[in-house]
C-alpha cells in the first residue's frame, strides 16, 4: 500500500482535470468524477494491468464505467495513463468530432473498452467481459500458461442500481460465479432527483448477498485509499465469487455544492472551480493542470503495465511453441476473421428439399457451424427449445461445481433476461475472444431495445436468433406476434433485419451475419415450416434482394420476406389462373444488405415501368422504400391456429390477388412507372 | 378456516378443467395452472371479494396472472366464479376470435384486470394497482367511509422473477410501503429450460427482504390450503409493506410428468389426462367436468362477493350525500370522462410570443391542466427537473413515514426504471380512477418498449413525457440521442406518437392525448426553444397534421415535425431568395391522427401535383407514405452543441434547401405527381 502526499495530489488532479472539462465544455457531470477519484486512482495506478500502449492487449484488466456519464473521470484517467488522450482532447470534452463525446464511446476512443451511458448497460457489459474471460481462460490456459487471467472492474453509480437490466445481470453472475468480475458501487445518496431517498432505499448490499455475491462496504471512500486497496484485494480473494464494493463517497467532493444534486449534471460555477483550486493548493487562475510529480507516479505504472505485457507476449511466444493449434486460433480470433473454409458447412437446400421452418434450418445450421467456428459461444434466454439454438451435444457455460456444465461450455443459460443478454453479449463480443449469439422470440428482442441499439452504435458483431417472427406463431396471441419489431429494428442505423424464407436464405443471413465483424444482425426466423424457393441460393441471397421468380412482360412485382415469400409464389399461380396477370416475385430478406448494392442492381430487382406490391404480416412501415403499394398487418395480431390467423388476415394467394390487382387497377393510369429505387439525393447513412 | 373435501374436489376441479382446455386446444401451459390450483382456490374462494356480475366494481379485490401463459387457470377460475366465461368459451381456448386467447387480454375479457404474458409485465401492473388503490385511498376515504381498502394479489412464477422489470417495480414498492400488494410466488424450480438450477440459483426470499418487502414461506403449495391461507393473512395483517409468499408447488401436479419441464407448455398425454382423472375419482372419458358441489360453492362465494357490493354501493350512496364533490369526481373518473371546461385550462400561443423548448411549453401546459384534472398523477424516472414534470407546489406520492410526502400525493418518483414505469403505469390506468403520465428522455422509452407495446394492445391511456427528442440534446451525443424511435413507435399500432413544433402543438398534443380513452400517448419534446409558428392552433393540430405556410402555386412542400418545422419555415425563405422557388410548409405532429382523418381533408394538406420533401433529424422510415422524397438521419448522432450538429448534418435553412431543389428537379419531368395519399387499396387497421 502505502499512499503518500503524490497519491494525494493525483486524486484532487483527478478531480481538477475533470471538473475542468466540463467547467470549459460548460456541460456535463463533475458530480460523479470528483466523488470516484480516489478508487479511480487506486484502481488505474495500483491495481489495474494495463499497457497504455498496446490498449488491445489481451489480458489486460478490463474497466467499464457504467455510469457513462461521469465519462469526463474517465477521459481524465486516459490521459494521465498515457493512452492516447491528450489535455486539447479533455479540452475539446462533448466538442463536435472530439474523442471525447458526452457519453464514453468505444469505436472512438482507445482505452474505452464498452460504450455507456444508458444506463445499467455498461455493468451488464463488464459481466459480459468476465463470462468472456473465464470462458477463454478455460478454452486457452494450459498447465504453466496462466495466458488470460484478467480482471474486469465496473463502475456504477444508483442510476445503473436502479436498472432492471443491471438487475438481470446481477442474477446471472451470481449464478455463474464470476471470481474475477468486481464492481464497484458508488453510494453517494444522490441521483438527477436529489437524495436517493426519494425513491431507492433498498439494501443494495443484502440485494447482491441474495444473487450469491460477496460484498465489501468502504465507509470513507472520499480519503481512505488504503481502505480501498484492501477492499479490493478482499474481492480479487475471492475466486467463486463475483464481488461488489459499497463506497460511500461525496458526490462533487471539494465543491461547495458536495454532497447535493447541484454538482450531478451541471459544471461547477467560476467561484467554485476556484475556492476548490485554493483549498487543495492548485492555480484558482488555471484549468487543466497535471503536475508533473502526478504525471510521473502515472507513468510508472504505465511503465510496469507495458512490461507486463512484454512478459506475456514472451509467454504467448512460447505457448505457441507447445500450443500451436491453440495459439493460432487465439490470434485468428483477435483478428475477427473466421476460419479458412469455414463457409463450407452452411448448408445448402434444393428446391425439392422439404418444407422446414426457419428456426428449424438454424439449428441444422447452427450443428454445424459451430464446429467450424470455435468462438461461436450461443445461448438463450429460457427459450432453448423453442429457439433451436442448441447444438446437439453442446456443454453449458456454467461453473464446474454445479456439475451441469462447465467454464469452456459454449451454451449460456441467460434466464429469463433478455435485456441482460443483449447487454452481456456486447461485452462478449468486446473482448475479443467470442462470437456471440442468443435466441428469444423476436417480440421479446424489443425487450433488449436498450442493448442492441448499443451493439450498432458500438459496431459490434452478435446475432440475435429471433424465432417466432409473425402472426406464423398462432395460438400465444397477440402478446407474442411482433408487428412493429422489424420496422424498429430496420430503422436503427448499422442493424442488420433479417428475415429468411427458406434454407438457403437462412445461410446467406447467417453468412453475412458471421462475417460482419462491425455490426449487429437480427435473423427473424418462423415457427412454422417454410417451402424451399425455386430461385433462392447462397449467392442471390446475400445481397440481401432478388428474384424468386421472374417473369417476362410481367404486370406487377410482389415484393416480400420470410414466411410471406412463399405465399407470393403461390399467389403467381392464382393471379394467373384467376385474374390473368402475370407476376413476378422479389424477396428482400435484409433491407440493409440490399440497400447496400449498386443502384443498378437494386433497380434490375425492382425495375421502372411495373409496379409492386410488398407482402409481410406486420407493420407495412418502411416499405414504401421499396414498393408502390403495401399489404402489412397495421393493427394486432390474434390468438388461434395459425393457418386461421393467415387466412383471418388475408396472408393467402386470394388476398394477396385481391390487393394485386387493386395495385395493377390504381397504377395502369401512370405512365413511366418510377421504381422507388429512385430518389432525388442521397440519404445520410 | 375449515377446508373439506368439496375444497379439494374443487382443486381438482380447476386443475383439470385447465389441463382439459390445454388438451382440447392442443396448445397452452398445464404446468403451472395444476400447480397453482390450490392457492387461487384459496383466493377466488375464501380470500378474494369480487361481484362477478359486476367485474368493475371499483373496490374489488385486483387479481392479476403475472405469468400469463398459465390463463388457462384463470380461465378456469373466472367460469367457475360466475364470470362470463362459459364452458364452450374454456373449449374454444386459444381458437380465433375466443374471449380465451393464449394469453390473457383485459380488453376481451370480463374479469382481467391487465394484459399479461409478456413476462415481468403483470407483477408491474400489481404494483400500479396497488399504487392507485393507495392514493385512492387517500383522495377519497373519509372517517366511517373506508370506500377504497381492496387487496391487490398477483401470481408470477420463475420467469417474471427473473425479468429485470420486476425487480425494478420490487424495488419501488418496497420503498413505497405498498401495504395492500401481496405477490405469490410460484416456486416449482422448473422453467422453460428445465431446472432452474441452470440459471437462476439466487435466493428470492433474502432478495425481496433487501427491497424492504414481508416474506412467507409455503412448503406444501400442492396440498396445504390452511398454511396458504395462514399465511395470505398473516400479509394482509402486515400494513407498511409489500409481502411475498414464496410457495413451493409441484409443476403440472398430478401428471406423470409432474415436477418437470415436460409439463410446462405442452398438452398432457392422452393417457396420462386419464390416468390423473382416474386417480383423483373423476370420469377418465369427459372433458371439462364440474361436479355440482364445486359450482355451489363457488356460486356461494360470488353471491358473498354481491352482497358485499351491495354493502358498498350503500355506503358510497351515504358518501354522496355527506360528500358531494368527492362522490360526483370518483363517478366521473370512472367513466373516463375529464372534467368539464378543464380544456380552458390548455395554454394557447400567439405567433408573436417567445421562443420556449417544448419539455417547457410541456411544463406550463401541467402546471395549469393539472388544477382541472385531479386524476392526472405524473412522475419521472429520475429526470424531474429535466422532463420538467412536475408541477410547482406538486406533492410527492410516497409512504407519510418518509416525511417526503403522502399517499395523496401525485408525483411519483419512479427512480431510474424507465421499464417499470411504463408498466406501472398500465396498472394505474387499469384501477380505474387515475390518467398516469410520466417523463423520461425519448431515447429511454425504448428500454420500456415491453409495456408501451402493452398499453397499446390493452387500450390504455398513459402518457410519455418524452423529452429530449432528438439530436437537438447536443452534447450527451449518439448515446442519447434518438434515431429510431419515432418509427418504432408510430409502426405500433394503437400509439400516438406526438411530435409538436410549439406551443399549440404542444397543447393539441396534450388535448388529444388526454381525451383518447383507449390510446397511449408518446409526446416527444425538445430541449431546445422552438419558435411560436405562423398558422398554428390547437384546432388545426389535434387533426394530426396541417399546413403552417401555405403558398399558392407552390413548386414544392416541406412536410416536417417538432424542431424543424420551424427550420422549413425559414428554408421558405431561403428557397425564394436563393433559388426562386416556392415551399408551402406542413406540419404532421401526429401520424396516427393525421391518418385518421377524412381522405378529402389529407389530401388538401399533402396534395396531388406538387411534389414534397420530409424534413425529420431521425430515421426516415415511415415517411415514404407521406412524401416523395425525405431528408432525415439514417445515422446516429454526434456530441456537441446543438448547433453545432445540425448544422453538421444539415438540418439548415441552407441544407433543406439543397434537398428541396434535388426533389423539385428530380420530379419535374413526372406529370400529374401523385400525392402519396392515394393509395390503391385500404390497410388493415
Ligand atoms: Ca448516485
Ligand atoms: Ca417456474
Chains 1, 2 share one sequence.
Not at 475533470?18 to 466523488?35: L, R
Not at 428456426?359 to 445450421?365: A, P, Q, V
Not at 417472427?469 to 408487428?483: A, F, K, R, Y
Request: with cysteine; hydrophobic share 40%.
Amino acid at each position: 500500500m502505502g499512499y503518500t502526499d503524490v497519491d494525494k495530489l493525483a486524486v484532487n488532479t483527478i478531480r481538477l482535470l475533470s471538473a475542468d472539462a466540463v467547467f470549459h465544455a460548460n456541460a456535463g457531470h463533475p458530480g460523479a468524477p470528483m466523488g470516484m477519484a480516489p478508487v479511480a486512482h487506486v484502481l488505474f495506478n495500483k491495481t489495474m494491468n494495463y499497457n497504455p500502449k498496446n490498449p488491445k492487449w489481451l489480458n489486460r484488466d478490463r474497466f467499464v464505467l457504467s455510469n457513462g456519464h461521469a465519462c469526463a473521470l474517465q477521459y481524465s484517467l486516459l490521459h494521465l495513463a498515457g493512452y492516447k488522450l491528450s489535455i486539447d482532447d479533455l479540452k475539446a470534452f462533448r466538442s463536435l468530432d472530439s474523442i471525447t463525446p458526452g457519453h464514453p464511446e468505444a469505436h472512438d476512443t482507445e482505452g474505452i473498452e464498452v460504450t455507456t451511458g444508458p444506463l445499467g448497460q455498461g455493468f451488464c457489459n463488464g459481466v459480459g467481459l468476465a463470462i468472456a474471460q473465464h470462458h477463454s481462460s478455460a478454452k486457452f490456459n494450459k498447465p504453466g500458461f496462466d495466458l488470460i487471467n484478467n480482471y474486469t472492474y465496473v463502475f456504477l453509480g444508483d442510476g445503473c442500481m436502479m436498472e432492471g437490466v443491471a438487475s438481470e445481470a446481477a442474477s446471472l453472475a451470481g449464478h455463474l460465479q464470476l471470481g474475477n468480475l468486481i464492481a464497484i458501487y458508488d453510494d453517494n445518496h444522490i441521483s438527477i432527483d436529489g437524495d436517493t431517498n426519494c425513491a431507492f432505499t433498498e439494501d443494495v448490499v443484502l440485494r447482491f448477498k441474495a444473487y450469491g455475491w460477496h460484498t465489501e462496504i468502504v465507509d470513507d471512500g472520499d480519503h481512505d485509499l488504503e481502505g480501498i486497496e484492501a477492499a479490493i484485494k478482499k474481492c480479487q480473494a475471492v475466486t467463486d465469487k463475483p464481488s461488489l464494493i459499497k463506497l460511500r463517497t461525496t458526490i462533487g467532493y471539494g465543491s461547495q455544492l458536495q454532497g447535493t444534486g447541484g454538482v450531478h449534471g451541471a459544471p461547477l460555477k467560476e467561484a467554485d472551480m476556484k475556492q476548490v483550486k485554493t483549498k487543495w493548493g492548485f492555480d484558482p487562475e488555471k484549468l487543466f493542470v497535471v503536475p508533473q510529480e502526478v504525471y510521473d507516479l502515472y507513468h510508472k505504472h504505465g511503465a510496469e503495465g507495458a512490461a507486463k505485457e512484454q512478459e506475456w507476449e514472451q509467454l504467448l511466444e512460447k505457448y505457441g511453441q507447445s500450443y500451436k493449434t491453440e495459439a493460432t486460433d487465439l490470434k485468428r480470433r483477435l483478428a475477427g476473421d473466421l476460419p479458412e473454409g469455414w463457409e463450407k458447412t452452411l448448408p445448402v437446400y434444393s428446391p425439392s428439399d422439404s418444407a422446414v421452418a426457419s428456426r428449424k434450418l438454424s439449428e441444422i445450421l447452427l450443428n454445424k457451424v459451430h464446429e467450424a467456428i470455435p468462438e461461436l459461444v450461443g445461448g438463450s434466454a429460457d427459450l432453448t427449445g423453442s429457439n433451436l439454438t442448441r447444438w446437439k451435444d453442446a456443454v453449458d457455460f456454467q461453473p464446474p461445481s454445479l456439475g451441469i456444465g462447465d467454464w469452456s461450455g459454449r451454451y449460456i443459460r441467460y434466464g429469463v433476461r433478455e435485456h441482460a443478454m443483449g447487454a452481456i453479449m456486447n461485452g462478449l463480443a468486446a473482448y475479443g475472444t467470442i462470437l456471440p449469439y442468443a435466441g428469444t422470440f423476436l417480440n421479446f428482442v424489443s425487450y433488449a431495445a436498450g442493448a442492441v441499439r448499443l451493439s450498432s452504435l458500438s459496431q459490434v458483431r452478435v446475432i440475435w436468433v429471433a424465432t417466432h417472427d409473425s402472426i406464423g406463431l398462432g395460438e400465444d396471441g397477440p402478446t407474442h406476434q411482433p408487428i412493429e419489431t422489424l420496422a424498429h429494428f430496420r430503422a436503427l442505423p448499422n442493424c442488420m433485419v433479417w428475415r429468411p424464407a427458406d434454407g438457403n436464405e437462412t445461410s446467406a443471413a447467417y453468412y453475412v451475419a458471421l462475417t460482419s465483424k462491425h455490426t449487429p444482425s437480427i435473423i427473424a426466423l418462423s415457427r412454422q415450416n417454410l417451402p424451399q424457393l425455386e430461385n433462392s441460393t447462397i449467392a442471390h441471397a446475400i445481397k440481401g434482394g432478388y428474384a424468386v421468380h421472374e417473369a417476362e412482360k410481367a404486370d406487377i412485382t410482389l415484393v416480400s420476406t420470410g414466411s410471406e415469400v412463399g405465399i407470393c409464389v403461390d399467389a403467381v399461380k392464382y393471379l394467373k389462373e384467376h385474374h390473368n396477370l402475370t407476376a413476378r416475385v422479389v424477396s428482400i430478406p435484409c433491407f440493409e444488405v440490399f440497400d447496400a448494392q449498386p443502384k443498378e442492381y437494386r433497380l434490375s430487382i425492382l425495375p421502372d415501368g411495373i409496379p409492386s406490391l410488398s407482402v409481410e404480416a406486420m407493420s407495412t412501415m418502411g416499405w414504401e422504400r421499396y414498393t408502390h403499394e403495401q399489404f402489412g398487418l397495421n393493427r394486432f395480431g390474434a390468438s388461434g391456429a395459425y393457418k386461421d390467423v393467415y387466412k383471418k388476415f388475408e396472408f393467402t394467394p386470394e388476398g394477396i390477388s385481391k390487393r394485386a390487382v387493386a395495385t395493377v387497377d390504381f397504377w395502369k393510369s401512370v405512365p413511366n412507372i418510377r421504381s422507388p429505387i429512385n430518389r432525388a439525393f442521397q440519404q445520410l447513412i
